[in-house]
C-alpha cells in the first residue's frame, strides 16, 4: 500500500513502497519523500504534523549542526528536522537491523551527511556527539500492556515482533538506559527532546525520573499537543488535547 500524508507544512513526509522510487501522485512541492516499509511507521509523522508545524517549538529545538534520531525506524523526525534546520549531520540509531536499508536509500536524497548505527540503546554507540537527539521511543513497560493497546489498534499492530519494537520498552530498560547514558553523546548545552502520546504509557515525570540526578544535570521543558488531530487519532475524548507531549531536557 502506498500511504501519502500532506502536511500542512513546507516540508512533507511520505510513505512509500519500500522498493519504489516516490509513486505518490500529486505530491506537493517541497516534498520531503522518505523510503521505508510501512510496518516500521512508528508515529512520527503524527509529530511532524501536529507539532513541528509551530515555529515556537521549532524555534525551542533548533540547533546548529548534529541531530541523532534514537530508536530512529525509518526516521522520519530526524530527516525532517535536518532538512529543516540545515543541519550538516543527521545520525540515525534503532535496534531493529531492517530498517538500515531504508536509511541507504533515504540518504542519498539529502545534501547532509547522514549514518545509521544499530544499537540498543546507546549500548553499541560509537559514532559522535550532537547538538540534539530526537527520541519517540517505545510507550508501554508491560507485556499485558502491550497486549491491551495492541488488541485496541489491530492495524498498528498487526505482527507482534514489529509491534513489540515500535511500543514495548519491557521494564523501562530503553529508557534507563538511554537516560544514563545520553550526556556522553551530547555537545555542551545540547538537548533531548521525547515525543509521547501518554495516555499509553510512559508519563512526563517518569521520563525525569529515568535521568540520574536529572534535575541537576538537565532543564525540563513539557510541551503540550497544540491541537487535535482531526481524524480522532487515539480516540482520546475526554481529554484530547493532553494525548500528546514533547518533553525537552536541556543539558545544564
Ligand atoms: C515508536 S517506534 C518509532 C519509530 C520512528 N522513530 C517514528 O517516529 O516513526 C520505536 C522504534 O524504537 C526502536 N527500538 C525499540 N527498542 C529499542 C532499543 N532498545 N534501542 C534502540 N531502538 C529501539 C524500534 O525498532 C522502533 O523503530
Known sequence: MVKQHCLDIDVFACEQEW??????????ENTLSL??????????????????????????LKVENSLMEICSG????????????????????????????????????FDFSSEFHLSNALNDYTGPKVDLIM???????????????AELLPDWFPEEKQGKLILLDEGFQFHIDFCRDAHK???????????FFNEIGISSDDLKGAFPNGDNNYTFEHI???????????ENEDDPHQAAFILIATRK
Open 19 to 28: 522498493t519504489n522510487i516516490c509513486t505518490c501522485d500529486n505530491l506537493p
Open 35 to 60: 523510503y521505508h516499509d510501512p510496518k516500521h511507521f512508528g508515529g512520527g509523522q503524527y509529530f511532524i504534523n501536529h507539532f513541528f508545524s509551530d515555529n515556537n517549538l521549532l524555534e525551542k
Open 74 to 109: 525509518p526516521g522520519y523526525i530526524g530527516y525532517f528536522l535536518a532538512h529543516k534546520f540545515n543541519l550538516q549531520q543527521a545520525i540515525f540509531v534503532d535496534i531493529n537491523p531492517e530498517v538500515e536499508e531504508g536509511h541507504t536509500k533515504t540518504k542519498d536524497m
Open 135 to 149: 527520541a519517540a521511543p517505545p510507550h508501554v513497560v508491560t507485556e499485558e500492556h502491550y497486549n491491551d493497546v
Open 185 to 195: 553523546f551530547l555537545n555542551d548545552n545540547g538537548k533531548i527532546a521525547f515525543c
Open 224 to 234: 503540550r499537543h497544540p491541537e487535535w488531530d482531526e481524524d480522532g487519532y487515539l
